[in-house]
C-alpha cells in the first residue's frame, strides 16, 4: 500500500534508483531485454534505508491493454552469509591446519637452511683463501662463485615457499600454476621430514603441459595434508618407503590429476567410508580434519578427491581438478 502509485526506483540503491526511468524507457523504445526474463543478485534498500540482499527477476505482461512489469523479488541475506561463513571457515580451517603443520616446518627450516648457508660460506672462504694465495685458477672461482650462487637461491626458495605456505590468503585469490610446480615446492618443505625417515620420492610428472587456475595456499595446503599422511603411514613400516607423486592428464576430459601414493600398510576396508568424515583419526595426535578439509577445498576448485589401496599395498589418493583451456585430452 505504502508503495501504490510511487516509484519503484525507491527500493534501489544509487546508481540505480536514477537510472530506474531511464532503464525502463530504454527497453520501451528499443526491446531490448536487460534484466527482464532473467535473475539478477542486487542489493535494494528496506523501507528505513537497511540494504537488503536480493534475487530479482522481473517478467512483463499486457492485461487490459496495459502494459505491465511485475518484479519477483526473493530475500537472499541468509544464503549470501552462509555462504560467505562456509568460506571464512574453510580459510580458518586451512589456517588451523597450517599451524598444526608449523612444528614440522621449523624444524625442517633449521636444518634445510642450515646446510645451503654452510655450503655458502665454506664455498666463499675457499675461493678467498685462493685469491688471497694469489693462486689464480679462474675456472676454479667461477666454480665456487655459481656454488654461492645455486646454495644461496635454494635457501631463499626454502624461506619463499615456507612464507606462501603459512601466509594467510584471500579464498577468492586465484592463479595459474603447472600442477609439478606445486608437488616440488610442497616436497621441498618435507625434504627433512622425508630424509629423517630414510624415504624416497619418485616423481612422474606426465602432465607438465597443463596448467590449472587455483588457490595455490589452499592446493598447496591439500597436497601437504596428503604427503604428511602417506609419511605418517609409511613410519609404522619397515620396508622400502617410497612416496610417489605424480600428474596426469585424467580420464575425464578437461581434467588433470595429482596423485600421492605410499608404500604403508593401506587404509583398512572398515575406515574406507569415514576417511572424509571431519574428526575421524587413528593417530594419537590426529585433529581428523585434514581430509575433510582437503575434500572442501578441492570441490571448492570444481574438482574431486578421492582414495584407494594400490594393489602392491599402501594407500594412493588422487586429486583431479579443472585444466585451463589450451591443453586438449589425448
Ligand atoms: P589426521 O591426519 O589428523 O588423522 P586426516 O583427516 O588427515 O586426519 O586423516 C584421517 C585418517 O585417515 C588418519 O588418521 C588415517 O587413519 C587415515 N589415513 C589418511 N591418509 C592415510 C594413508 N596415506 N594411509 C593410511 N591411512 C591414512
Known amino acids: 500500500e505504502e508503495m501504490q502509485?510511487?516509484?519503484?526506483?525507491?527500493?534501489?540503491?544509487?546508481?540505480?534508483?536514477?537510472?530506474h526511468d531511464h532503464y525502463i524507457r530504454r527497453y520501451l523504445e528499443t526491446g531490448v531485454r536487460r534484466i527482464i526474463g532473467m535473475r539478477r543478485e542486487l542489493t535494494a534498500h528496506h523501507r528505513d534505508g537497511t540494504p537488503i540482499e536480493l534475487e530479482l527477476s522481473v517478467a512483463e505482461g499486457i492485461a487490459g491493454g496495459q502494459q505491465y512489469f511485475i518484479g519477483f523479488t526473493h530475500d537472499i541475506t541468509a544464503r549470501n552469509r552462509a555462504e560467505r561463513e562456509s568460506r571464512l571457515h574453510l580459510s580458518h580451517l586451512a589456517h588451523a591446519t597450517r599451524i598444526h603443520a608449523m612444528d614440522e616446518l621449523a624444524s625442517t627450516l633449521a636444518h634445510e637452511i642450515r646446510q645451503p648457508l654452510t655450503a655458502v660460506h665454506t664455498t666463499a672462504q675457499a675461493a678467498l683463501i685462493q685469491i688471497d694465495g694469489g693462486k689464480r685458477v679462474p675456472e676454479e672461482i667461477e666454480g665456487h662463485l655459481a656454488q654461492i650462487t645455486q646454495?644461496?637461491?635454494?635457501?631463499?626458495?626454502?624461506?619463499?615457499?615456507?612464507?606462501?605456505?603459512?601466509?594467510?590468503?584471500?579464498?577468492q585469490d586465484l592463479s595459474d600454476h603447472h600442477p609439478s610446480v606445486l608437488v616440488e615446492g610442497v616436497l621441498l618443505l618435507l625434504t627433512h621430514r622425508m630424509q629423517s625417515l630414510g624415504a624416497e620420492a619418485?616423481?612422474?610428472?606426465?602432465a607438465a603441459e597443463c596448467r590449472v587456475q587455483v588457490n595455490r595456499t589452499q592446493i598447496e595446503q591439500v597436497i601437504y595434508n596428503l604427503m604428511d599422511n602417506?609419511?605418517?603411514?609409511?613410519?609404522s613400516v619397515d620396508g622400502p618407503r617410497v612416496l610417489a607423486v605424480a600428474t596426469c592428464l585424467s580420464g575425464r576430459n578437461g581434467y588433470c590429476e595429482i596423485s600421492i601414493q605410499d608404500t604403508g600398510p593401506g587404509i583398512p576396508d572398515e575406515h574406507m567410508g569415514d576417511l572424509f568424515t571431519p574428526y575421524f583419526t587413528t593417530k594419537?595426535?590426529?585433529?581428523?580434519?585434514?581430509l575433510p578439509l582437503c575434500r572442501s577445498i578441492v570441490e571448492n576448485h570444481g574438482g574431486?578427491?578421492?582414495?584407494?589401496?594400490r594393489p602392491s599395498g599402501g594407500a594412493a589418493f588422487r586429486v583431479s581438478l579443472p585444466i585451463l583451456p589450451g591443453v586438449r585430452h589425448r
Open 230 to 235: 602417506a609419511l605418517d603411514a609409511m613410519e
Open 202 to 206: 619418485h616423481r612422474s610428472y606426465n
Open 5 to 19: 502509485g510511487r516509484n519503484i526506483g525507491m527500493l534501489m540503491p544509487e546508481p540505480h534508483r536514477s537510472q
Open 304 to 309: 574431486q578427491l578421492t582414495a584407494e589401496n
Open 151 to 171: 646454495q644461496a637461491r635454494r635457501a631463499s626458495q626454502i624461506i619463499d615457499q615456507l612464507r606462501r605456505f603459512l601466509r594467510r590468503d584471500d579464498p
Open 284 to 290: 594419537d595426535r590426529g585433529m581428523g580434519l585434514g
